[in-house]
């Protein structure tokens, strides 16, 4: 199961989250983030793989801050239509497209995406395009018929290891992680990320 930690902002932080092995972690490059990269510095240790964040930004600037950031892949929150994630693919990053899911959501609207990016992401509906801090129903993910590998995000706490572990989806292939794992908006709890995963890799 690949375990992503989404909302770094502190370098030293970064540095200490690194140490629990994460397989990625997520920089957010949306200014109305609360957990907005603003400025922060490029360097980290390369044991887990960059993601950067963003919402509806223009591919130039999505490139760029790839550029700096030696990011892997980027995860898309946005309105961003297939053939704009598949030019980001041709520039060799891996594309994650995020989808909001409530009890109305049609799974279906992912088929279009299908050839153009290498996982979903199945995030909560709420004000904010990803952060709610909630999670959904997750039996809705039985209605995903698709052949897309997908991360599943949305108010994940420690008292979930043992529902994910028995989410049983074909296509489940990850979690990503983010508010329930903070001391405030940004700075990540260690101890408690480290016991989170420990067990859920046992």
Request: charge should be negative.
């Amino acid at each position: 199961m690949i375990i992503k930690v989404c909302g770094m902002t502190d370098q030293q932080n970064l540095n200490d989250l690194l140490q629990v092995q994460p397989d990625w972690f997520g920089m957010i490059f949306y200014p109305d983030s609360k957990r907005y990269m603003l400025n922060p510095s490029p360097e980290s240790a390369a044991s887990a793989r960059r993601i950067g964040v963003f919402v509806n930004a223009s591919k130039e600037t999505i490139l760029s801050t790839a550029e700096h950031f030696e990011l892997y892949g980027v995860q898309l929150h946005g309105n961003e239509e297939p053939a704009f994630c598949s030019e980001l693919q041709k520039e060799q990053l891996l594309v994650i497209k995020a989808f909001s899911v409530d009890h109305d959501f049609d799974f279906g609207v992912t088929d279009a995406y299908a050839a153009h990016v290498d996982y979903f992401l199945f995030d909560t509906k709420g004000l904010m395009p990803g952060g709610n801090g909630v999670p959904f129903n997750w039996q809705l993910l039985d209605k995903y018929e698709g052949t897309i590998p997908f991360l599943l995000a949305g108010g994940i706490g420690p008292e979930h290891v043992e529902l994910l572990k028995d989410l049983k989806h074909r296509k489940f292939t990850g979690i990503d992680i983010n508010s329930r794992f903070e001391t405030s908006p940004g700075k990540k709890n260690i101890k408690k990320i480290k016991v989170f995963i420990d067990e859920l890799r046992s």
